[in-house]
């Protein structure tokens, strides 16, 4: 049920980009380079150091492996245009960084989860449900007969589909969020690092040594810098790993509500609550 559920929503998710933002195809480079540094030199690199130094459970680091080798969140393309930073750059991050998920997950899950026994064919499998299919999928939902009916639902197919996830892997992990919640303190103390921390920090940076990134960029950077795609970590979890390697995405996936509330309010201030 996971997989169909989350390639619908990823497929309302990527209406967001049109074909005509792929040209020409030289602008793509720059933006397609940050995002892939961005999601795995970054923040994919925080993540795992940050659960191997927090979490001794092998399960649960094996479950923020997942986290560290998805691709950057697509939910960085409608909260750029929120925040007004510079949808293109947004766009075309996110496009690098499931490019390069192709090659960056199977090898990142042979080096950091040698334990989780997978083949080239189910991470093939999981890649078409999750990125290609709905990609193509999205490209039905931007015809002009449905254009209209299909953003107005967008909003709310997503949310939808993504608090059915959570509910999933809340449900099968009923056990240890009851009986055991002290085991949820250091995923939420990496969770929490790995949104707020390193958007503080990605922030800062931009603005310190990042001369030609102007405000918008800066925004849609930080937010390359701080999402990753956490409805793709969950079915991977779930389809590769025991239960309890689906808590440290479910739990990303719970501190996304208040990280994102943080990001509308911050930026909004500074635009002067526009």
């Known amino acids: ?53 927090f979490t001794p459970d092998k399960e649960l680091f094996w479950g923020f492996v997942i986290i560290a080798a998805a691709p950057a969140g697509t939910g960085v393309i409608p909260f750029a245009f929120i925040l007004r930073g510079d949808v293109a750059f947004a766009v075309f991050g996110v496009l690098g960084s499931y490019l390069a998920s192709f090659i960056l997950i199977p090898v990142m899950l042979m080096v950091f989860a040698p334990g989780v026994s997978v083949s080239p064919e189910i991470i093939g499998r999981i890649l078409v449900i999750l990125l290609v299919i709905p990609m193509v999928a999205s490209r039905f939902l931007l015809a002009k007969p449905i254009q209209k009916p299909v953003f107005y639902l967008r909003g709310k197919v997503v949310n939808l589909g993504f608090a059915l996830v959570i509910y999933t892997v809340i449900g099968s992990n009923q056990d240890v969020f009851l009986t055991d919640p002290m085991l949820l303190l250091p995923v939420a103390a990496v969770t929490f690092f790995a949104t707020f921390g390193i958007s503080l920090a990605a922030d800062w940076a931009l603005k310190r040594w990042a001369k030609s990134f102007n405000g918008p960029k800066q925004i849609s950077g930080m937010l390359l810098a701080s999402l990753k795609n956490n409805g793709f970590a969950i079915a991977v979890s779930l389809t590769l790993l025991p239960p309890r390697g689906g808590i440290p995405p479910a739990v990303m996936g719970m501190m996304m509500v208040p990280y994102l509330m943080y990001l509308s309010f911050r930026y909004r201030e500074k635009s002067g609550g526009a």
Request: avoid cysteine; charged fraction near 10%; hydrophobic fraction near 65%.
């Open 1 to 53: 049920m996971v997989l169909p559920l989350l390639a619908i929503v990823l497929a309302f998710s990527l209406t967001g980009i049109t074909l005509k933002e792929f040209f020409p195809l030289r602008n793509l480079i720059r933006p397609m380079l940050f995002g892939i540094s961005a999601s795995y030199l970054v923040l994919g690199t925080l993540i795992i150091l940050l659960a191997w130094l």
